[in-house]
């Protein structure tokens, strides 16, 4: 039997839809940013969902939300999975053990792990020769199969193919499908170390220094167009200190293959054979399996710092739960039934869970009725606590306007080349809890900042 929507059936959101004049510190800020106040849509009640709201402004035009929607994704996956829930990557071992041979090969199955990182990636091949294992005879086999999604190009979203963000999900996902390239002053040169080793892959052991910092990255004129030779004919900045780039790999499917051989032989073992796709042979038992952090982790680092790929992961996850194909399309028809189900109304129009879309489509009186009933929900802590506290960390740690605004707001933030906004939750200094939705869809978005600022303040100090 389905389960009722969360949110109170006494709440009157009709209420909700009409038109209410905004705080005249906003539509100052709007007119000083040439943003028409027909490209913003907010709503501002409180958060019980009990009250007449105190501002509905345009709260039915639909609006793309950025990375606003990760809202939907991580409370969805919170209400549905629980937030004790794990991935597991299961290994099998195919073939006896002799004298630290494996007279036969290794699969590793990825089941969507969002957070196969560099040191988790460590760990799963230490337990592998904690089996005794320190040369396989045959392959390393990755079934990747969980996940029916097509190859993406990760610079067809915004040209940018070497940022992390535009990485694709995987059912193996192993750390972003991204390198971390260290720089690191020592005498006259800067040491370079990059995380994990990608086997087969070149980078400079040290580059030159240069006088200053400054915009460090352009100056090392990093070329990384030959996916196995990566070239700096630039210089490194002196006082720049220690410095990290996260790079996403140029050549996005082999870098589960080249992590997973470029670890293994880090760790002193060897392989006659190759690292390859395939299936686990039918009836095989896991040797272990590999648990990711808890849910209730994981959303944090979805909301706190939007991470993308990992908040498609979880969008995905969603329909293996219900026993679908991991599809994109089955994941949205398993997000529509539940919200449907819990949170009640017409769904947004999810793409892909992350809100890194064009097309994504919501609008301020859906993201308020996911809000509300998140506050009503006994999951309630566990997904304000994943949302960046204003001024405090994640993606809004230098937002709040001195120290009388930090700490004031639980918030997740959106930002495309069109799209400004904010949703969550606000404490008044009345004593009570607001629930907050602002979003600017316009040319001068990215000018918004200070309308979206001022409605924040309007919020807690009314």
């Given at each position: 039997m389905p389960r009722r929507p969360l949110?109170?059936?006494?709440?009157?959101?009709?209420?909700?839809?009409?038109?209410?004049?905004?705080?005249?510190?906003?539509?100052?800020?709007?007119?000083?940013?040439?943003?028409?106040?027909?490209?913003?849509?907010?709503?501002?009640?409180?958060a019980d969902g009990k009250a007449t709201p105190r501002l509905a402004h345009r709260t039915?035009?639909?609006?793309?939300?950025?990375?606003?929607?990760?809202?939907?994704?991580?409370?969805?996956?919170?209400?549905?999975?629980?937030?004790?829930?794990?991935?597991?990557?299961?290994?099998?071992?195919?073939?006896?053990?002799?004298?630290?041979?494996?007279q036969g090969s290794v699969y590793i199955q990825g089941r969507g792990d969002p957070k196969l990182v560099t040191e988790r990636l460590w760990l799963l091949l230490r337990r592998v020769q904690g089996l005794g294992i320190r040369h396989i005879a045959g392959d390393i086999v990755l079934d990747r199969s969980a996940f029916d999604v097509p190859p993406q190009d990760p610079g067809?979203?915004?040209?940018?193919?070497?940022?992390?963000?535009?990485?694709?999900?995987?059912?193996?996902?192993?750390?972003?499908?991204?390198?971390?390239?260290?720089?690191?002053?020592?005498?006259?040169?800067?040491?370079?170390?990059?995380?994990?080793?990608?086997?087969?892959?070149?980078?400079?052991?040290?580059?030159?220094?240069?006088?200053?910092?400054?915009?460090?990255?352009?100056?090392?004129?990093?070329?990384?167009?030959?996916?196995?030779?990566?070239?700096?004919?630039?210089?490194?900045?002196a006082s720049c200190g220690e410095r990290n780039w996260p790079v996403a790999y140029a050549q996005p499917a082999s870098y589960s293959a080249r992590a997973i051989a470029g670890m293994w032989q880090h760790l002193g073992g060897t392989l006659a054979g190759q690292v390859r796709e395939g299936r686990v042979p039918a009836g095989q038992q896991p040797a272990f399996e590999l648990s990711s952090p808890p849910l209730a982790d994981v959303i944090r680092d979805i909301n706190k710092f939007s991470n993308n790929v990992m908040a498609q992961?979880?969008?995905?996850?969603?329909?293996?739960?219900r026993g679908m194909p991991a599809t994109f399309d089955s994941a949205r028809e398993a997000m529509r039934a539940w919200w449907a189900a819990r949170i009640g109304g017409d769904a947004p129009g999810f793409q892909n869970g992350?809100?890194?879309?064009?097309?994504?489509?919501?609008?301020?009186?859906?993201?308020?009725?996911?809000?509300?009933?998140?506050?009503?929900?006994?999951?309630?802590?566990?997904?304000?606590a994943s949302l960046p506290l204003a001024g405090v960390d994640g993606t809004l740690a230098t937002s709040a306007k001195g120290r009388s605004g930090r700490g004031l707001a639980h918030l997740?933030?959106?930002?495309?080349?069109?799209?400004?906004?904010?949703?969550?939750?606000?404490?008044?200094?009345?004593?009570?809890?607001?629930?907050?939705?602002?979003?600017?869809?316009?040319?001068?978005?990215?000018?918004?900042?200070?309308?979206?600022?001022?409605?924040?303040?309007?919020?807690?100090?009314?």
């Open positions: 949110i109170l059936l006494a709440w009157a959101w009709a209420c909700a839809v009409q038109a209410q004049s905004l705080p005249p510190t906003v539509e100052a800020a709007l007119a000083r940013a040439k943003v028409p106040r027909e490209s913003l849509v907010a709503y501002v009640a409180e039915d035009a639909t609006v793309n939300p950025a990375s606003i929607a990760k809202l939907a994704t991580t409370f969805a996956g919170l209400d549905v999975l629980g937030p004790a829930y794990t991935w597991a990557t299961p290994v099998y071992i195919d073939g006896t053990i002799e004298n630290g041979t494996l067809a979203f915004d040209g940018e193919p070497l940022r992390p963000y535009n990485a694709g999900p995987d059912a193996l996902l192993v750390n972003f499908k991204s390198v971390l390239i260290t720089f690191t002053p020592a005498g006259t040169r800067a040491l370079v170390h990059v995380e994990p080793p990608l086997r087969g892959v070149q980078f400079p052991a040290e580059v030159p220094l240069r006088a200053g910092c400054g915009d460090w990255r352009p100056q090392l004129q990093a070329d990384f167009k030959d996916p196995a030779r990566v070239r700096f004919a630039g210089a490194y900045g992961q979880l969008f995905l996850t969603l329909a293996l739960q992350s809100g890194l879309a064009r097309d994504e489509r919501t609008t301020a009186a859906q993201l308020a009725r996911l809000l509300h009933a998140a506050w009503a929900s006994p999951l309630m802590p566990e997904f304000i997740k933030s959106g930002s495309l080349w069109n799209v400004q906004g904010v949703a969550g939750y606000v404490d008044g200094t009345n004593g009570r809890r607001y629930v907050l939705v602002a979003i600017v869809n316009d040319a001068h978005a990215n000018q918004a900042q200070a309308a979206l600022d001022a409605l924040l303040a309007w919020t807690a100090q009314e």
